[in-house]
Structures are given as structure tokens and as C-alpha cells.
């Protein structure tokens, strides 16, 4: 008899009343003969809007959603789901995303019952057909991002953990506990398998849907918050880990940024003024420096 895994969906939640309702609908239609979906817990951070009152009009039992009357976090909260989830895998995922199809859970948690080594596994994030300029704009970088992703460490490189989804063992979750100074849930879990001698892996058919910001606003807060992610690192990863996992092999990324600007110049060479304008905001700012960033606000419309 094939081995079945028990799931938890984890969701941290922030003003997701828009979409929270069809996004748990969808993990509640997942399907596959390697797991069964033990819980789905929510935890409302402080919002303000009627995401709680979107979790309780779905009635199923695996359901629970705790009340945070505060904002504290991403990483306090994920904290909390470390520690206190009762399944052998824990699924992250953003309240904001939609699974493209139902064999997301299934294809995430398969590289788990394949080797025991694996802690940690990453689906991928695919962008709504963009309808905006500078959505538009920010699907020229995905041409040149998703390259270098597949090509760096056969695909399994700190560049392909995506915040959006994630699984993390039971037992490395245990002993992932975010720092409380940092402000991005993205790298920690990878250097941690790193440094325990455990695996990454990518699973890019397990695939999710995501709103890109249609702001410049909006991206330039999102790309500030990312772009900061080395610095709380350092604390905690050595100098020398860090420069050889986040270092792309210059010839690759200029191929790739070569191919984007004759394929899509207008988009690339716009995106190019845009994230450089960001930039040199982060270097100057300390917004999104902490993990009460800003809202992307326009990244939580609806999924049609």
C-alpha cells in the first residue's frame, strides 16, 4: 500500500478577505493518493476587514482560524504554525495565490517519500495573464528570473524558494524558528538545510497563481523588500555561504537579460529605469526593513 503523508495548510492572514475564501476552497479540492489533508489552520494577523468572518462561512471540520488582535508578522506567525501544526508536513501558503490545479499539495509533498533527506520544497510562481503596463513590465523579469532559476544547482537554487508556497518537514519545522529580525520568510529554511546537511527542492509543476502589483508604487515596495533579504542574513549564515549561493554566473544572466530585451525591449528597458529608481530608494529608506512591511495592496484582487 502506497505511503500517504498528513498535511497542514498554513495561511497567514492580512486584509485577505477578497480572495481567502476561494483560496481555501481550492487547497479543500486538492487531490492525490500521497496525502491526506489533516488541517488547515489560519491565523488572522491583525486584519481589519472581514478575512476571519470569509474563513467561518466555510464549513468543514479541518478548519480552524485563530484571531491575532494585532499585527505581529509573517515570520511570528509562521512561528506559531512551526510549533504547534500536528501533521508530518506543513504547506505554507500566502492567502493572496490560487493552486493552478489540484495536484499542487500532491506534487509538493512527493520529493518528501522519495528521500528522506528532503526538509524543504518550493512550488513555483506563475503571474495572471497581465492586463497593465507595469505588470507587463514585471513579466519580462519572470523571462529572465525563471531561466536562471532552472538552470542554477539543476533548479534547486536559494532563487526558487518562493514565499508564495512552501513545505517544510515536520521535524525540520521544529527547528526552523524565524529571528525575530527578519523580515522575509524566503532564505532562513534554505540556509538551515544547508548548514543540517538536508535538501531543497524545487517542484516546478507545483504551480500557484499570483496578482503582480499594477503600480509602480507597489512593485517598488515589494522589490525593497526582497532586495533587502541578504542583510538580516548575516547574522545568522556566514559571509561565505551567502556570496556563493545568491552569486549568478554573470554570462548567464546576461544572456538571459539579452533575450528579454529583443524579445520585449519596451517592457525591459522600462523595468530596467524602474528598478534601478528602486533601488536607490532602498539605500536611502528603511521602509519594509522590518516585518510589518507595507501591504501590496494591489497584488489582493480577485482571481476570475
Request: charged letters at 25%; proline letters at 5%.
Amino acid at each position: 500500500m502506497k505511503k500517504k503523508l498528513t498535511v497542514t495548510v498554513g495561511i497567514s492572514a492580512l486584509n485577505e478577505e477578497t480572495n481567502i475564501g476561494t483560496m481555501l476552497r481550492a487547497v479543500l479540492a486538492q487531490r492525490g493518493d500521497n496525502f491526506v489533508l489533516k488541517e488547515i489552520m489560519v491565523i488572522s494577523d491583525g486584519s481589519t476587514d472581514n478575512t476571519v468572518g470569509k474563513v467561518r462561512e466555510i464549513k468543514d471540520k479541518r478548519i480552524t482560524v485563530i484571531v491575532g488582535k494585532k499585527r505581529e508578522g509573517m515570520n511570528t506567525r509562521l512561528n506559531y504554525l512551526f510549533a504547534h501544526f500536528q501533521s508530518d508536513v506543513l504547506i505554507k501558503m500566502d492567502a493572496d495565490i490560487l493552486p493552478q490545479n489540484e495536484s499542487v499539495i500532491s506534487l509538493l509533498i512527493s520529493p518528501f517519500l522519495e528521500n528522506p533527506r528532503v526538509a524543504y520544497t518550493s512550488g513555483r510562481l506563475v503571474p495572471v495573464k497581465p492586463t497593465t503596463f507595469i505588470e507587463k513590465c514585471i513579466n519580462t523579469s519572470r523571462f529572465v528570473w525563471d531561466n536562471v532559476r532552472d538552470e542554477l544547482k539543476n533548479g534547486n537554487s536559494i532563487y526558487s524558494c518562493a514565499g508564495g508556497i512552501y513545505a517544510l518537514s515536520k521535524s525540520f519545522a521544529r527547528t526552523a524558528t524565524y529571528p525575530p529580525d527578519l523580515w522575509t520568510d524566503l532564505g532562513y529554511p534554505y540556509f538551515l538545510c544547508l548548514t543540517h546537511n538536508l535538501l531543497f527542492v524545487s517542484v516546478k509543476a507545483a504551480r500557484i497563481y499570483f496578482h503582480p502589483p499594477t503600480t509602480v508604487r507597489d512593485h517598488i515596495n515589494q522589490l525593497n523588500r526582497y532586495e533587502g533579504e541578504i542583510d538580516p542574513l548575516k547574522k545568522y549564515v556566514s559571509q561565505k555561504l551567502l556570496e556563493k549561493e545568491y552569486r549568478i554566473p554573470k554570462p548567464m544572466l546576461y544572456k538571459y537579460m539579452f533575450l528579454s530585451l529583443l524579445r520585449y525591449p519596451i517592457y525591459t528597458i522600462s523595468l530596467f529605469f524602474i528598478n534601478t529608481y528602486g533601488r536607490l530608494t532602498y539605500r536611502y529608506s528603511k521602509r519594509n526593513r522590518a516585518a510589518n512591511w507595507t501591504m501590496i495592496r494591489t497584488s489582493k484582487r480577485t482571481f476570475t
